[in-house]
Structures are given as structure tokens and as C-alpha cells.
């Protein structure tokens, strides 16, 4: 038996913060492709079950012509296709899913615990999907039939009561649990693991991201990347003895042509925000923001005395804004006025 568990895709997500239009254009379809890879890997390997662990779409954002885009993709997977939904896109009455005629292999588990036996496989799949935002369930009744192979599939947070937590006997009872809801992969249990979200969707998903294969008859589980491009947090440490071109040549090194960068500027420079402007125009990456968190290397030989330089700096506020600017002009003044 072959199983692929996916989870996390969060199709028609709204990129919000500093991305501009045309990048969440890009990311959007990045969604799109990769899950239409992982569909076509699904073929390749024969795999008999297709798990999908919840938070498959952006319920604000998902129209009628993603809903076709998405069940198209479902209708070429040779597996049989299971679902459930999570917090962000919760099984309630408006839900789409429930206004159009499902392909033949596609399955969703409604709110309440249920499992669906595959018996040419010996096989049953539980799953429950949430009907809001915050759901809870109590499983502790539930008794597994051991004459088959159990296998759950659970959006849920382990660490937060508010998205239906699940107690650990309860998971260890299955022979594999397929988890959503943390964008990070990694195994809970010897028997339960989170796939992780099937591309990096913020700054905080660090890493490559994909899916997990099992293939019962191998006796593997494996991670398989799916992702074209990552969010990568740069750290680049800056001494005052750095020019521009170096301080460009050491940044522009570390970037990859697909990925998106937070670089986050460390050390001291007479210089900081003129490196900060210089960078924004000259580096060339596929998308970058920068964060400046280098200090401001003090003149500590000399002193102006110059009352009404001393005056004209005392204008200005302690702003961030007005701060940098009170240190710009008196680099300035040092350097026209007394020569420094």
C-alpha cells in the first residue's frame, strides 16, 4: 500500500504584509503547480491513497472557478482522495464543496468522526472536519477495530485547545496518523506526522516543503520536496570597514535567483542607512526586504562645539526618522564644515 499525505495548501491564500501584487500572483500559482506535481507523482508511484489533512483552501479568496480548477486536478489522481477541513476552510453550510457533484475518488469527511474502509485493502480511513473556526471533539470513546488497518487524518494543534487538540492514546491507537495545521513537518509520534505545508507560505516557514510518501511494502516514510522557491531569513553582519561594493558582493552572493529574502542588516557603520538605500537599489534578487539593525559608528575623537551647529542639531526630535537624519547631517557637517 502506497499513501501520500498533503496538507496545509492554502489555495487562493492572500499574501498580506509588504508582498507586492505581482510576487502573490507568482506565489499563488506556485500553489497551483505544486500540487498538480505532487498529483502527477501520486500517479507515478501507483499510490492508492491520496490524503489531504486540512486547510486546503482560503475560504475568503475560493470561488466556483477554483473549486473546478482543484476537482479537475482530482479527477486525473488515480488514488482515491480523502479530505478534511480545518480552520480556514471549515466544512459549514456555504462551504463550496457542499454546492457541486464530487468526482467518483474524492471523499470528505463531514464533523463528526467517520471512517470510510477500504476493503480490498483492509483498510479504514477516519476523519472529521471542522464545521467553524475553533472546533473540539472528545474521541475518548472511540474503539478501533484492529482487524484492519487504521490510518487517521486530523487537522489539529497539539499545543492549542482552540484547534481540536487529541489526546495521545488516542493517536497511538492508529497504524498512521496524517496531521494539519503546523506548516512545519515532523513526526509526533512513531506513528503520527505532520506533512508540513505543501509550499513555504511566509518568512516563518523556513526550509524546503512538500509532502510525506509511504510505501507499506518498502516499509519507508519519506519526505518528498515540492516546493520551487523558499523564504529565506539572511543575516549579514557589517563591519565599518566595509565599502558599498563589498558589503553588495557579500549580499549579492548569498541570493538565489528563486527565493524571497529578509535580510537583516547587523554591525556598526558611519553609513547605516546610506548602505540601507544603497542595497535597495543594486541588489537583484527575485524579492528582498530589509531589516536595519546596525548601529550607528560614533565619532569618538572629536566633538562639535559650534553653538549653532549644536543648535541646529537639538532641532531634531528622537524619532527614529529624525534621529537617522540627525546623524546623516552631522556626518555631513564633519565632513564639509570641519574637514572630517
Known amino acids: 500500500m502506497k499513501i501520500i499525505h498533503a496538507a496545509?495548501?492554502?489555495?487562493?491564500?492572500?499574501?498580506?504584509?509588504?508582498?507586492p501584487l505581482e510576487i502573490s500572483n507568482i506565489l499563488l500559482e506556485d500553489t497551483w503547480r505544486a500540487f498538480?506535481?505532487?498529483?502527477?507523482?501520486?500517479?507515478?508511484?501507483?499510490?492508492?491513497?491520496?490524503?489531504?489533512?486540512?486547510?486546503?483552501?482560503?475560504?475568503?479568496?475560493?470561488?466556483?472557478?477554483?473549486?473546478?480548477?482543484?476537482?479537475?486536478?482530482?479527477?486525473?489522481?488515480?488514488?482515491?482522495?480523502?479530505?478534511?477541513?480545518?480552520?480556514?476552510?471549515?466544512?459549514?453550510?456555504?462551504?463550496?464543496?457542499?454546492?457541486?457533484?464530487?468526482?467518483?475518488?474524492?471523499?470528505?469527511f463531514n464533523s463528526e468522526l467517520d471512517f470510510y474502509e477500504l476493503k480490498d485493502l483492509n483498510t479504514r480511513i477516519y476523519g472529521i472536519s471542522y464545521d467553524n473556526y475553533n472546533f473540539k471533539k472528545d474521541f475518548s470513546s472511540v474503539k478501533l477495530d484492529k482487524n484492519f488497518i487504521n490510518i487517521g487524518l486530523f487537522h489539529s494543534d497539539l499545543r492549542d485547545d482552540r484547534y481540536m487538540p487529541l489526546d495521545e492514546?488516542?493517536?497511538?491507537?492508529?497504524?498512521?496518523?496524517?496531521?494539519?495545521?503546523?506548516h512545519k513537518r515532523g513526526s509526533i509520534f512513531s506513528n503520527a506526522y505532520y506533512s508540513g505545508s505543501l509550499i513555504p507560505l511566509s518568512f516563518k516557514d523556513d526550509g524546503e516543503k512538500g509532502i510525506i510518501f509511504l510505501d507499506d511494502e518498502k516499509k519507508i516514510i519519506e519526505f518528498k520536496n515540492f516546493s520551487k522557491r523558499k523564504f529565506v531569513n539572511l543575516e549579514i553582519k557589517i563591519n565599518k570597514d566595509m565599502n558599498f561594493s563589498e558589503i553588495l558582493k557579500n549580499v549579492?552572493?548569498?541570493?538565489?535567483?528563486?527565493?524571497?529574502?529578509?535580510?537583516?542588516?547587523?554591525?556598526?557603520?558611519?553609513?547605516?542607512?546610506?548602505?540601507?538605500?544603497?542595497?535597495?537599489?543594486n541588489l537583484s534578487a527575485f524579492y528582498f526586504e530589509i531589516i536595519n539593525?546596525?548601529?550607528?559608528?560614533?565619532?569618538?575623537?572629536y566633538e562639535i562645539k559650534d553653538k549653532y551647529i549644536l543648535e541646529l542639531l537639538d532641532t531634531f526630535s528622537n524619532s527614529d526618522i529624525e534621529r537617522d537624519a540627525r546623524e546623516i547631517s552631522k556626518d555631513y557637517i564633519l565632513e564639509q564644515y570641519y574637514g572630517i
Not at 491513497?49 to 480548477?69: C, M, P, Q, S, V
Not at 491507537?173 to 495545521?181: I, M, Q, T
Not at 539593525?293 to 575623537?301: A, I, P, R, V
Open 169 to 182: 492514546k488516542f493517536l497511538r491507537d492508529f497504524n498512521y496518523v496524517a496531521l494539519g495545521h503546523i
Open 293 to 301: 539593525e546596525m548601529t550607528e559608528e560614533k565619532e569618538l575623537d
Open 8 to 19: 496545509d495548501l492554502h489555495l487562493k491564500k492572500f499574501y498580506k504584509g509588504k508582498l
Open 36 to 108: 498538480r506535481d505532487v498529483a502527477n507523482f501520486s500517479n507515478e508511484v501507483n499510490a492508492d491513497i491520496f490524503l489531504i489533512a486540512g486547510d486546503l483552501f482560503e475560504r475568503e479568496f475560493f470561488y466556483l472557478r477554483d473549486l473546478r480548477r482543484f476537482l479537475n486536478i482530482i479527477e486525473g489522481i488515480k488514488a482515491k482522495v480523502f479530505v478534511v477541513f480545518g480552520n480556514h476552510d471549515y466544512l459549514s453550510s456555504d462551504n463550496l464543496f457542499l454546492k457541486v457533484d464530487l468526482p467518483e475518488n474524492l471523499y470528505i
Open 252 to 281: 549579492q552572493d548569498k541570493i538565489s535567483a528563486e527565493d524571497l529574502y529578509r535580510i537583516i542588516l547587523k554591525g556598526s557603520s558611519h553609513n547605516r542607512m546610506e548602505i540601507e538605500s544603497f542595497l535597495r537599489e
